[in-house]
């Protein structure tokens, strides 16, 4: 593949109460956000599991960004630190399966950072671009 | 709809918003004015609320949406209450509603209309550390988020020169100068007072040396330029420099010996800032002046050692009077008496000010217009005749949050749902 | 049948219009979709959440008879409610429906006209599909009990037995000990008010007088099971546990008080029981009990010491209460006699109130010796202290009184079992939030109140009370249905293994395990919608309504493609 013409596919799920919220204000105050990264809203980061995240490559995406509230804030009491623990433990497996952990990445944005999201998203959407392409991508999981 | 089961609430701050929610659920028609153009009050200025460090934003902006949002909630901002007249179960309010000249059903909230403006005014929201235009909304993330014109300033109402830039940059055709101020007119069975409080002018103080030199702040300031929505989306810079402080003192206190009381929550905030300052610029100094460490309750003392044993130096002083802040162009330095009775000096770059919390200046005349009693500080006074009460002095009528006395944002909630139960009783018997 | 999908795509004035091509997103999503079971209906409109937009939208269900709508527009957060409230207008159920931000997330922050048109046909792509495998969802209404039981006859259990009782909602109080009125009414006088101890017993009275409110002595509670408005619930008889009663209420209210540490254990005091050492609680109750403070001679003391802050820094946190009585404590000596010599040993002073530096500036005018100290420890009666310029002293008094730290009631640890509640790490009751929820608790329908959440006074306990009782008034009317949330979570009967890890992960206890069929159930009631039980099955038997791993996985390949 031409390693130029990478255009790397990035999914982000976000937390409904904090990150979605952070990514909101980003927009309302018309910060630059790289196309290449796609926000897909949950309500709480510890819906988020191994299934969904390990389908999600599986199919091609490049990187996943898991953004919820801050450690103590989650809407749900304690949600994001059930998200941390299941993030920590794929982590541990991706190098198994041949997948960079750097694809993965876990982050805390409030609803007051918007301007943090923005720097959160464009920085992984170019570590990413760094990286290459996926290189387990199957095309016929689902 | 039964007008006697009613209610207003006036400002919408935590304690009024919270208040209004309860009473929503139950069919309720609540009326919530404000005189700010936009709702939260307090709490939304701060970017992160003590004791868990959480995200005001957060914690607020999903209570301001649900407000906004809700069938049973009329929200009336930039009004103010006129008149109350009448009893328990049978109130006549007049309330002033003053002209927003933006249409909130037409306006989007696209900030299409601020970059057109030629005005450019000190934002007082803000604690004047930035400007706005003359069409504005106070900071970004407001909610409502549509804008309102300042008429003192705006050329179109002050005839300076002819204006109308605003109106052609608006796509909705939401601008409209002909709105004119309104009496509102509603019948309630009870009414909560949940005006919040005012923070304590510490230019009345020479000794602080406020406003003479910019490295000199109030709390309140600090907290905007702690701010990621505020006025250096929270960079921690030195007043119109680019200069980051190497050093802080921060002066507990201040207002207390005025005012003779302790306001009970600037321990708990300074310690706040002393973290906010840690967290952004590690090699900062921190010291702390103080007297008294008043953190009660369950979790506030373990919140405050954490951070200042770790990331402040604490100086206990003798005495608030011979606590003098002097300053030249390029330094403050606090002048003191230690525990010891010695003098010493210490040079700083930047004071915080951990002001008191005092009476709204509108509270006497709201006193008068409803008939109810202030303390001798002024702060409003519940029924003294009951323990534990939020009823003033006046049936039908009750005070929660700060307009009570100053108070962090748990005692102001539980003040607000007590209020609740206070209006239930009154109007469901 | 055939799905008839509308698309449309709200132009926002020129925020969207300018900043994407919308002739061509729609033009492309319905080029995509429409198929033999599709049928796809693509619109714009220059401002959907406008008056004139709802009822287009309106119009557009009925007329077009949809069976599924996406709305392209802003932010969910601002307008998702409006066109909820719009298809609740018309048959089309609202979780048909799905809102697509390509104003936030697209149109504003993708400069170059062509990504972002690119950008908003994934995103509307991604509703599409998803929206295709949404599934009605019919919100179902509860009947509930007004009722309320309280636990603990303390004055914050009593106030809010007072406040909630009524013709319409009985209230039932269970007091574990043989008296009411907790700790309170050993206390003379109950400041900062101007109230004294007729005030609580006035109070014991009113309640034991209303009709509507049931009062059990030396009953604790044995088992708890329900939710917000149906709770099912035994009680027993301290003396005879075999003595059971079973209410049914629609909310619990814990007011269990606190205790007063051991301060021996504390290495800085020692003394023996014979010495003249009181904690303050033995104070207020010779006072109440003998009238007048005497050493155990029965001589009244001429110089008395006080140490506030007993245990203040083993336990980590401030009792909140002790420098206000300790300084009235100071003034009920001086009071007996000017005479009597009183010491008082602060670290700190503690007066959060506005009324309490009144206390503070009378109990200096009444001439006691307010001593701030940097360390200070106690030897019989001896108390020996440095002062804050680093000076130490040493005094011997007649009568020494120390303030012991407020810790949680006994029962504490054992009632958190039953109820199936947190403690925090002080041991006390934990609240659903510290500073916006204070009295709820991770259950629904069950508070804390008053000291059994944390250190405090009376005022402040009371204030609880009628805080927990305006939250119960309005969610729990009398003779009103419930409408629970209706993005739960359920089990798979089927797959579940029965490993409980989802009971485990629940933050709400919503989830329960049914013994006969081995599994894991869901109740739908208590449920919040997070949907960690799902992320936590292992056998993937638990799907989050509205948010299910299909849902999901639709709005992941169009972001793929
Ligand atoms: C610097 C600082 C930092 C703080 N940090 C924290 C913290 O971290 N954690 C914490 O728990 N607490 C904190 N507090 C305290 C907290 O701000 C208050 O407890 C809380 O704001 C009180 O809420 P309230 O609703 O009573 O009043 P407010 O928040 O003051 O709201 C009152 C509202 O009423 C409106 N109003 C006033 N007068 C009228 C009128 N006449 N008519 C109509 N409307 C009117 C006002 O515009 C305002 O919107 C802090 C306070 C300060 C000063
Ligand atoms: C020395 C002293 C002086 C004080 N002076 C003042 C003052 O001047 N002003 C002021 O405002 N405050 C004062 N206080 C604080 C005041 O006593 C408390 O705020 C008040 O008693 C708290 O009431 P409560 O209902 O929360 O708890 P409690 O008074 O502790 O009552 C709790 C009740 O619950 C019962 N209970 C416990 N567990 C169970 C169970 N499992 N099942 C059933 N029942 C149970 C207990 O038997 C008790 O009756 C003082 C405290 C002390 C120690
Ligand atoms: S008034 Fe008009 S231009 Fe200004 S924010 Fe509202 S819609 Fe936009
Ligand atoms: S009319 Fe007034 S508010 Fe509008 S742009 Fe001109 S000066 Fe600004
Ligand atoms: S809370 Fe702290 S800073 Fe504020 S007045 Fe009281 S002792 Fe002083
Ligand atoms: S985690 Fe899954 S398998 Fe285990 S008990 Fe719960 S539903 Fe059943
Ligand atoms: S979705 Fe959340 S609240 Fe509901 S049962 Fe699962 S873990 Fe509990
Ligand atoms: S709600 Fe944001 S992480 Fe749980």
Redesign the interface.
Known sequence: MDETKFTPKIVGFLCNWCTYAAADLAGSSKTEISPLFSVIRVMCSSRIDHNLLLTTFFNGADGILIAGCHPGDCHYDKGNYYARRRYALLKNVMDTLKLEPERLELSWVSASEGKRYADVVNEFSKKIEQLGPNPIKKSSVF | MDQQKNVLVIGAG?AGM?ACL??A??GKQVYLVEKLPIIGGKTIKN?E?F?????????V???Q?EIL?HPNIKTLTLSEVEKIEGDIGNFTIIINKKARYVSD??C?????CFDPCPVSISNEWEENLMNKKAIYVPC??SLP?VPTIDTEHCYHFNGKQECNACVEAC??EAINFDDKDEKVEIQVGAVIIATGSDIYDVSLLPQFGYGKHPGIYTSMEFERLF???GPT??ELTIRNSEKTPKSIAIIHCVGRKEQ???S??CCMYSAKHAHFIKHKLPDTKIYNFYR???????????FV?KINDIETQMI?H?SMDELNILHNENEITIEYIT???KKETLTVDMVILASALNPGKDFSDISKMAKIDL?K?G?FITN?EK????ESTKPGIFIAGCAE???????S??????????V??CL?S | MKKKIGVYVCECGPNIADKVDIDKIIETVVAANNSENVEIIGDRHKLLCSAAGKVFLEEEIKNKELTHMVVAACSPRDHNSTFINVCKKTELNPYLYKMVNIREHCAWIIPDKDKATNKAIEYIQGGVARVQYQTELIEKKLDTNPDVLVIGGGIAGIEAAISLAGKKRKVTLIERSAVLGGKSVFLKELLPSQAGKEYINKRIKDLTDNENIQVFLNTEIEKIIGFLGNFEIILSDVTNKDKKTEIKTGATIVATGFGLSDVTEFSNINYDTKDEVYTSLEIEKMLSEKGKLKLSSGVPPKKVGLIHCVGRDEKKYCSQICCNYMMKIANYFKKQSAKIEVKEFYKDLCLPHKDDQKLFNLTKKNGVDLVRIKEVSLNGTKIKYSRIDGTIEENEFDMVVVAPPIIPSDSTKNLSEILDIPLDEFGFFQEAHLSTNPVGTSTDGIFIIGNAQGPRGISNSILMAHAASGQIRTQLIPGEQIVPEVKVSEVLEAFCMGCKNCIDVCCYGAIYFDEIKGISVVNEAICRGCGNCVASCPSGSIRLKHFTNEQIYQEVIEALK
């Open positions: 935590i919270k309860l009473l659920k139950t970017e609320s004791p868990n460090l959480e995200c005001s934003t957060c914690m902006a999903p209570v949406q949002q059903t037409d989007i909230g696209c900030d299409m970004s993330g988020n796509m909705f701010a990621s929505n989306s929270g003779d009381y302790c009970g929550i008294d460490i008043c953190v009660p309750g369950k979790t506030y003392q373990k050692e206990y003798n525990g010891k009775s303390d500080n702060f003294q323990v534990g009460s939020v006395g100053p108070k962090d944002v748990q005692t909630v539980i003040q607000a749902e007590a209020a609740v139960s206070g239930m009783s469901d």
